[in-house]
């Protein structure tokens, strides 16, 4: 209600329903923002939603990616001899032999448990 120089003026009826009318309005969006807030099972599903495409759309990348790279793994073995793929294996053996002695030691390991195991029978 607004005040005219000291004195209350009478409201238009018209203008007080309009009002009454927004007000009801807005405080119907406001409940069902917070009832949206409030409901967890739905936004839990949302989410669940969410991260499920989010998933799906990184596993496709991650297919693309694996898919380009075994085409062109089997066009790059295609493409090399043998000798070179020995050749190739040797030198990474050469500069780095930890792997292969590692393998070796557990070949061996393997071998030593076989041979205690028939000892005992």
């Known amino acids: 209600m607004s005040e005219k120089n000291g004195s209350a003026a009478k409201p238009d009826l018209v203008e007080l329903r309009e009002e009454i009318k927004q007000t009801r309005a807005e405080l119907g969006e406001t409940v069902q923002a917070l009832a949206a807030r409030a409901d967890v099972k739905a936004r839990a599903r949302d989410q669940?939603?969410?991260t499920k495409e989010r998933v799906r759309t990184q596993a496709a990348l991650v297919t693309g990616r694996v898919r380009d790279a075994a085409l062109?793994?089997?066009?790059r073995a295609r493409e090399t001899s043998p000798g070179e793929v020995v050749h190739v294996a040797g030198d990474r053996v050469r500069a780095n032999p930890m792997p292969a002695v590692l393998l070796l030691a557990g070949l061996a390991a393997v071998a030593g448990i076989i041979l205690?195991?028939?000892g005992r029978r």
């Not at 062109?72 to 066009?75: C, D, H, R, Y």
């Open 116 to 118: 205690i195991v028939r």
């Open 72 to 75: 062109g793994a089997t066009e």
């Open 48 to 50: 669940v939603e969410q």
